[in-house]
């Protein structure tokens, strides 16, 4: 089965109801369009083969690269801020980019950015004093000075995720388990079904009530 199967499709300048196309309203220098292009050239093999089919398509791994990416670039590591439904983007981040999946990837990027000087990792001040504190004490800043130190930058990159997990951790320790989206509730009642047609009992109605 080809892999792109497996997924929702999606077109980034796909067509609105009208005339305009919905990447016509990013500006053709915003930072989120260099973002995309180099995800798009990133190598999500290891991502990608624990996709086994079978239910519902899934949202394709590289736009959800994409959205966690260029959220983490602008220093937003709640899955509640970077999207309204923020359980998809948690359960990615938590299934799918396990084990330094991310942290291989998401370095690849900072490293292509802060090589053409386009972001930087800076100590955080306020009133002109250093954060010293763990959280947020380092940010990103696009258009910022080149690092040259590459472990040095690559010891702040991995801070910054260490943060950024330990917030996932407790937001997904905060979910509500019987709050289901749609499209989750759908993928469950098809596993069900599943289940219930690989059975030698007669399960019509059950399965009928499923469905209803």
């Known amino acids: 089965m080809d892999k792109e199967e497996l997924f929702k499709p999606y077109i980034q300048d796909d067509l609105a109801l009208l005339p305009p196309c919905i990447g016509d309203f990013i500006s053709p220098s915003d930072p989120v369009r260099l973002v995309s292009t180099i995800v798009d050239k990133l190598d999500i093999?290891?991502?990608?083969?624990?996709?086994?089919?079978?239910?519902?398509?899934?949202?394709?791994?590289?736009?959800?690269?994409?959205?966690?990416?260029?959220?983490?670039?602008?220093?937003?590591?709640?899955?509640?801020?970077?999207?309204?439904?923020?359980?998809?983007?948690?359960?990615?981040?938590?299934?799918?980019?396990?084990?330094?999946?991310?942290?291989?990837?998401?370095?690849?990027?900072?490293?292509l950015l802060n090589s053409e000087g386009l972001v930087s990792l800076q100590v955080q001040y306020i009133d002109g004093t250093k954060i010293e504190s763990a959280a947020n004490k380092y940010t990103f800043v696009w258009r910022g000075s080149v690092e040259k130190n590459k472990q040095k930058l690559l010891n702040k990159v991995h801070f910054i995720l260490v943060q950024a997990n330990d917030l996932l951790s407790q937001e997904l320790q905060e979910e509500i388990p019987d709050e289901l989206s749609p499209e989750l509730m759908k993928e469950k009642t098809e596993r069900i079904i599943k289940k219930l047609e690989s059975s030698d009992l007669d399960k019509d109605n059950l399965k009928k009530k499923i469905k209803e």
């Open 45 to 111: 093999s290891n991502i990608l083969k624990d996709y086994k089919g079978g239910g519902t398509t899934s949202y394709h791994p590289r736009m959800l690269l994409k959205v966690i990416i260029y959220a983490y670039l602008c220093n937003i590591y709640s899955g509640r801020k970077i999207e309204p439904d923020y359980r998809t983007i948690n359960l990615f981040r938590s299934k799918r980019l396990a084990n330094g999946i991310f942290e291989d990837l998401f370095s690849q990027v900072v490293e």
